[in-house]
C-alpha cells in the first residue's frame, strides 16, 4: 500500500510536527509546545522564520530581544505549568546559538522543559566558512552549537531531511519525561532548513505523550515506613519535585495525618501555605531559624523532590545529629540516592499519598509538635519586625519594602526572583499563601532572569499578577524584555529597587575579606580608588524609555499606594524605590562554604580565613 505523504521543507515540517504533540497527566491535555520564541538572522530566517510564517494557524510567534532572556521566558512558562507545557526558541548561528547557552545550564539544572532551535553552519558545506562560523582545522563538524551539549538533556544536529523524524521524536520524548526534562537541542543547518522531502502524514498525526505518575515500589515503601516508624524526629524537606507533580495536597495530607513539620527549599517554597501549623518555611543557608534548628536535630530527613544543593544543606553542616538517615522520594534515582538515602523512586505526588496510607495511625511525639510550633511562633515575631515600618514617611528598607508587596498581593500573585540580597530576604521572610505564588530560580541563580521569566508566568498563567522584583545590578543585566511585555501586551509589574552596588556580593566579599572591592557603582577617582558618590544614573527613567508606566516611591507610605496602584493597572508597570542600605534582615541561620584565601596580606582576608576554619570542622559526609 503507498504511504500517504506532504512535501514540506524541513523548516515547515518540524513546525506542523510540534503544533501536534500534546502532554497528558491526571486526564487534562496541553499543548506540548505552545508557541515559539524567535530572534531572526541569516541562520533561521528563510528556514524556521518562513515556517513560523506560514503556519501562524498552529504555532503561535513571540518576538524576543535577547536569545538568553527567550529562554528565561519559556522556563518561567513551563515552570507556572508544572512542566506540561513548553515553548520553544530558534536563533540564528553564531552568537545568536551562543547566547542560549546560559538560558539552558538553567533549565536544565532546574529540570524545565524548554526547545532549543539554533541555526547551524550548512551541511553542505558548501559556502564554507559562512558568516558567523567557528572553524575548526581539526573538526570540521564541530560548531558554536556544540556548547549547547553539556548543558542539554538531549542534542542532536539535523544534518538530512529524514533524520529529523527520529530527532524529534526523541526530543518531544525527553521534554514530557518528569525524569528526563530539561533544555532540548536540535541545531539546523541552514540549508537543511529550506530543503523539501516528502514527509510520511503520519508524522503530523496528533501525539499525546503520557506524563505517568510512578508509584514506588512495595519494597521501598515498607522500609520507607519502618523508618519513619522509627525516627523521634523526623523532618520533611520539601523541594521543587512537589509543586512539579502538583502534590502539595498530598503532602499537607501527611502533614495532618503524621504530624511531621515541613522546611522548604528555594525551588519548594508554597508547598505548604506559611500559615500551616507544620510550616517552618526555608531551609538551609538562607533559612528559618525553626526550619535549621529542627534540621540540626532530626534523625530523619526526608527530602522530597529536592536536588539538596549547598543552600539546603548548608555545605554539609547543617544535617548534624549523629546516625542522621535520610529517605529520599523522588522522580529520578541520581536525587534520590544523595546522602546514602533510602529511596522512594516515583511520582511524589503519588508516593506521598501511598507513604500516608501506610503510616496510618502513626503522628510524631506531642512534644516535638510543641518544640517547632513555638519556634514556628518565635520566627513569625522576627518576620513581624522585619516588615514593620514605624514611619511611613522614611525611605523604606528592602525588608520593608517586602512587608509593603505582603500587604497588597493576594493569593493568586506570583511573586519572580532569582539573584541577589532578595533571594535570603525571601526565603527567610515570604509568606507564601499558594502553591505557585512563590517563583525564586536558585539552580542557577541568574542575574536577568526575572523580566523575562515574568513575561512567561504571565502567558501561562494571564490571570494572576506578576511580580518581577530586581534590584539594580540585575537590571542593568537584562532589561530589554520590558520592550517584549509592552509589544505583546503581556502586564507585568516590576518592583525595581535601587540601592547603587551589588548588595549581596557586597556582603559576601566583607565576609570573606573581599572588603566589598568591585561591588559598587561609584565614580572612579585618577589614583584608581572609588569615591563616595553614587553614579547619576536613572533607571527608572530608563524602564520609562523602554515603554512601561513608572511610579517613583521615595517613602513607605508612597511605596505601598504605589504597589497598589501596579496592581490595579492594566498596562506593564515599574515602581521604582530607593532603599535604605541598612540591614534589616536577619542574619544567616546556617553556614555557606565560600573558600577564603589560605593566604594573604590584608588583614579583613586573614580574618576571615580564621573564621573559615572554624566552620570546617563543622563538615560531614553522609555516606
Known amino acids: 500500500m503507498t504511504q500517504s505523504v506532504r512535501r514540506l521543507t524541513v523548516a515547515q515540517a ?82 545568536g546559538a551562543t547566547n542560549l547557552v546560559t538560558g539552558a545550564a538553567l ?165 505548604l501555605r506559611h500559615d500551616h501549623p507544620a510550616d517552618l518555611g526555608g531551609i538551609g543557608h538562607t533559612g528559618t531559624s525553626v526550619a535549621d534548628d529542627m534540621a540540626r536535630t532530626a534523625d530523619l530527613v526526608i527530602g522530597v523532590g529536592t536536588r539538596y544543593t549547598d543552600f539546603t544543606t548548608a555545605s554539609s553542616t547543617l544535617f548534624a545529629a549523629p546516625g542522621v538517615r535520610f529517605l529520599n522520594l523522588n522522580v529520578t534515582g541520581f536525587d534520590a540516592h544523595k546522602l546514602g538515602a533510602h529511596t522512594l523512586i516515583g511520582d511524589a505526588r503519588a508516593s506521598l499519598e501511598a507513604l500516608t496510607g501506610a503510616l496510618a495511625g502513626h503522628r510524631v511525639d506531642a512534644e516535638y509538635e510543641d518544640e517547632y510550633r513555638a519556634g514556628k511562633e518565635r520566627w513569625e515575631r522576627v518576620v513581624d519586625a522585619a516588615y514593620a515600618a514605624p514611619d511611613d514617611s522614611a525611605r523604606p528598607t528592602q525588608t520593608q519594602l517586602l512587608g509593603a508587596l505582603d500587604s497588597v498581593v493576594g493569593d493568586e500573585d506570583v511573586v519572580i526572583n532569582a539573584a541577589g540580597s532578595l533571594p535570603g530576604d525571601l526565603h527567610k521572610l515570604w509568606r507564601a499563601r499558594s502553591p505557585r505564588q512563590y517563583h525564586l530560580e536558585y539552580g542557577y541563580s541568574c542575574m536577568g532572569y526575572e523580566i523575562p521569566a515574568a513575561i512567561g508566568v504571565r502567558m501561562a498563567a494571564p490571570d494572576r499578577p506578576v511580580w518581577s522584583l530586581v534590584g539594580d545590578g540585575t537590571y542593568l543585566m ?6 517584549t511585555a509592552v509589544q505583546e501586551g503581556v502586564n507585568i509589574n516590576l518592583v525595581l529597587i535601587q540601592n547603587h552596588g551589588y548588595a549581596s556580593i557586597g556582603g559576601l566579599s566583607s565576609e570573606v575579606g573581599g572588603e566589598r572591592f568591585g561591588t559598587a557603582y561609584r565614580y572612579r577617582a585618577a589614583d584608581g580608588t572609588f569615591t563616595g558618590d553614587p553614579l547619576p544614573v536613572d533607571l527608572a527613567a530608563n524602564a520609562a524609555s523602554l515603554g512601561m508606566d513608572v511610579l517613583r516611591a521615595g517613602t513607605v507610605r508612597e511605596l505601598r499606594e504605589a504597589l497598589a496602584a501596579a496592581r490595579a493597572s ?3 508597570t515599574c515602581v521604582y524605590v530607593e532603599t535604605d542600605p541598612a540591614p534589616t534582615a536577619p542574619a544567616a541561620q546556617a553556614w555557606w562554604d565560600v573558600p577564603v584565601a589560605e593566604t594573604a596580606t590584608r588583614e579583613s582576608a586573614v580574618e576571615a580565613r580564621k573564621n573559615y576554619e572554624r566552620h570546617l570542622a563543622d563538615r560531614r559526609r553522609h555516606l
Open 107 to 271: 533549565a536544565t539544572i532546574n529540570r524545565l522543559p524548554v526547545l532549543l532551535l539554533p541555526g547551524d553552519s550548512f551541511a553542505s558545506r558548501v559556502p564554507d566558512p559562512v558568516l558567523q562560523q567557528l572553524e575548526h582545522p581539526w573538526s570540521g563538524d564541530v560548531s558554536v552549537n556544540d556548547a549547547l551539549r553539556p548543558v542539554s538533556r538531549y542534542f542532536d544536529r539535523v544534518t538530512r531531511p529524514e533524520a529529523l523524524i527520529p530527532a524529534a521524536l526523541q526530543a518531544a520524548r525527553v521534554l514530557a519525561d518528569p525524569a528526563e526534562t530539561g533544555a532540548v537541542t536540535l541545531a539546523l543547518p541552514q540549508d537543511v532548513q529550506a530543503e523539501a522531502y516528502d514527509w510520511p502524514e503520519e508524522f503530523f498525526a496528533e501525539r499525546v505523550w503520557h506524563v505517568r505518575r510512578q508509584a514506588p515500589e512495595d519494597a521501598e515503601l515498607a522500609a520507607a515506613v519502618q523508618a519513619v516508624r522509627g525516627a523521634r524526629r523526623p523532618l520533611i524537606v520539601a523541594g521543587g519535585g512537589v509543586h512539579h507533580s502538583e502534590a502539595e495536597a498530598a503532602l499537607k495530607a501527611l502533614a495532618d495525618a503524621t504530624g511531621i513539620p515541613v522546611a522548604s527549599t528555594q525551588a519548594g517554597k508554597g508547598s
Open 478 to 483: 537584562m532589561p530589554t524584555e520590558i520592550v
Open 14 to 95: 518540524l513546525v506542523r510536527f510540534l503544533s501536534a504533540q500534546f502532554t497528558e497527566r491526571d486526564g487534562a491535555r496541553h499543548r506540548l509546545i505552545a508557541g515559539t520564541w524567535g530572534i531572526f538572522g541569516h541562520g533561521n530566517v528563510a528556514g524556521i522564520g518562513q515556517a513560523l510564517l506560514e503556519h501562524q494557524d498552529v504555532m503561535p510567534y513571540h518576538q524576543g530581544r535577547n536569545e538568553q532572556s527567550m529562554v528565561h521566558a519559556a522556563v518561567g512558562y513551563a515552570r507556572q505549568l508544572n512542566r506540561l507545557s513548553a515553548q520553544a526558541v530558534t536563533t540564528s548561528i553564531g552568537p
Open 570 to 572: 492594566d498596562r506593564p
